[in-house]
């Protein structure tokens, strides 16, 4: 039986209480990871107490008690890391740390040190303020809804088994043999210049010289560690991050733009023209690029995704297959795993790659690699010729209004039965039939021409998901936008969007 008190959901900061009580606000743990505002959400006590119930969950899985964790370039990362690792130890698990690193290191670490187990403490791509964990005890999997529902219940229930026990030791080593890992191979013998942008996060630290030591040309773009993100956040599909891309690779000439989210899991890409070309897109070239090698080749992508993954002809022609599954990291990731796929792609650029390519997890670093590959196998192919090949259609970004953590999966509940109500009436959507409803993750809504919406709860953020493609027009897909947005505004809880079609033009 624990002594420990009961985490509680508020407290006020620079009192005895919040010193002396561990505050964990429910909404925190996602679906396949954990968030929350340091200081607002949780604090200290409450980040201990995640570590005591991570311990306790592990145990109760019956895997070995070996963890690797690491930390994101923010100020008060370590001091995180170390709470969630007095809680690991008090529970009786050996604690291996591997210091300052990107996500997909951590994985690394994994299978480099013979560990079952990972805690991350990373906020990725999240603003200044936010942390976050990324766990799993299965490598290369990481937790679902059920592992990440026990956990949430352990915790916020103080269900502790504090057997003791636990143990700690650091690996500096990790940074180099992750290097050598991605570098151990002959450098590109086709002249690629490439502008890498960080965000100022932490893949700053590891990307720009990686990629010097495998032949690339390196243009740095806000890759000086600032943990006050000044210039944008580290998120490719923030069209800001974007921006400064595009704005980089005309300035310099630059045959390719990669640039890496906060924690280094995901790589969006902007071609040699200065093309925005969107993480589901940049997909459909490497599964071209990767069933031309590999026979029959399997790939898994997420509902957000392009349609081009069944209709585009190069695909068809290879005799790819494509399986769309539910979005999120740890679902498509699982998903790889289980139809044992060559490689995985999320539209929010989550990439995971199979033997031979990778381990199955998802690296921006891999993901850079595999682009870069791509370029060397078409030496006389820019990555805009590669980029026009592809069977035009027209996509938006990944949209997020703001909706409340508490109240944005009832939202997305009636956003669903208002369709299904619309289909059962024959009413249109942006003018035409509704020829399809696929609710597998909130709700796709397909016009007869193809043009589609979707409409999902964000995982990790208090946040909607909206993304619209049409293979017809722009114009259809600015329609499909305007009737999406419409039937989202019968909701009051729904607010304004990080960004909108507007911001394409």
């Not at 969950?57 to 895997?63: A, M, T």
């Not at 045959?255 to 589901?280: H, T």
Request: a negative charge.
């Amino acid at each position: 039986m624990s002594v420990f008190s009961k985490p509680v959901a508020s407290l006020q900061p620079n009192t005895l209480a919040f010193e002396t009580t561990p505050l964990v606000k429910p909404t925190g743990f996602r679906e396949y990871d954990a968030r929350w505002l340091f200081g607002k959400e949780i604090n200290l006590q409450g980040i201990q107490a995640l570590g005591m119930g991570l311990g306790t969950l592990i145990h109760e899985l019956g895997v070995t008690p070996a963890l690797i964790t690491g930390h994101d370039f923010r100020e008060y990362s370590a001091s995180i890391k170390m709470a969630l690792v007095n809680g690991l130890m008090a529970s009786g698990v050996k604690v291996h740390d591997i210091g300052l690193a990107m996500s997909p290191m951590a994985y690394y670490a994994q299978f480099a040190l013979d560990v079952p187990c990972v805690a991350m403490v990373t906020a990725s791509h999240n603003d200044n303020g936010w942390t976050g964990v990324k766990m799993g005890a299965n490598r290369p999997l990481t937790f679902g809804p059920d592992e990440m529902s026990r956990l949430k219940e352990l915790v916020l229930g103080a269900k502790y088994e504090l057997r003791g026990g636990g143990a700690y030791e650091y690996h500096g080593e990790i940074a180099m043999s992750y290097h050598r890992d991605l570098t151990d191979r002959p450098a590109y013998s086709r002249p690629i210049k490439a502008v890498v942008a960080c965000g100022n996060g932490t893949a700053g630290a590891f990307a720009p010289q990686i990629l010097r030591d495998l032949g690339v040309d390196v243009v740095e773009l806000d890759c000086e560690l600032d943990h006050t993100f000044p210039n944008y956040n580290p998120n490719p599909e923030d069209m800001k991050m974007l921006h400064a891309m595009t704005q980089k690779v005309r300035e310099t000439g630059a045959d390719v733009g990669l640039g890496f989210d906060g924690d280094g899991d995901r790589c969006g890409i902007v071609d040699n023209e200065g093309e925005e070309i969107f993480a589901d897109k940049v997909g459909v070239m490497l599964a071209r690029d990767l069933s031309a090698i590999h026979e029959n080749a399997q790939f898994v992508v997420d509902v957000k995704s392009t349609g081009l993954y069944h209709s585009d002809p190069v695909l068809q022609a290879n005799s790819a297959k494509t399986d769309y599954f539910k979005t999120g990291h740890s679902y498509i990731k699982r998903r790889v795993t289980e139809l044992n796929a060559l490689a995985g792609f999320e539209k929010s650029g989550h990439y995971f790659f199979n033997t031979p390519l990778g381990r199955g997890y998802d690296d921006g670093l891999i993901s850079a690699i595999a682009v870069l590959d791509m370029l060397e196998r078409n030496p006389q192919k820019t990555m805009a010729e590669l980029r026009r090949a592809l069977p035009v259609t027209w996509g938006s970004p990944t949209m997020a209004p703001h909706c409340a953590d508490e109240e944005k999966y009832g939202v997305v509940e009636k956003v669903v039965a208002r369709f299904q109500q619309m289909q059962r009436d024959g009413e249109k959507i942006a003018g035409q039939e509704i020829h399809e409803l696929i609710t597998v993750n909130g709700v796709r809504v397909v016009a007869q021409d193809g043009t589609w919406g979707l409409v999902r709860a964000s995982s990790n953020k208090p946040e909607l998901v909206v993304v619209v493609e049409s293979p017809v027009s722009e114009q259809r897909l600015h329609d499909m936008f305007r009737a999406v947005d419409a039937v989202l505004r019968e909701n009051p809880e729904v607010g304004d969007y990080n960004q909108t079609l507007k911001e394409l033009a």
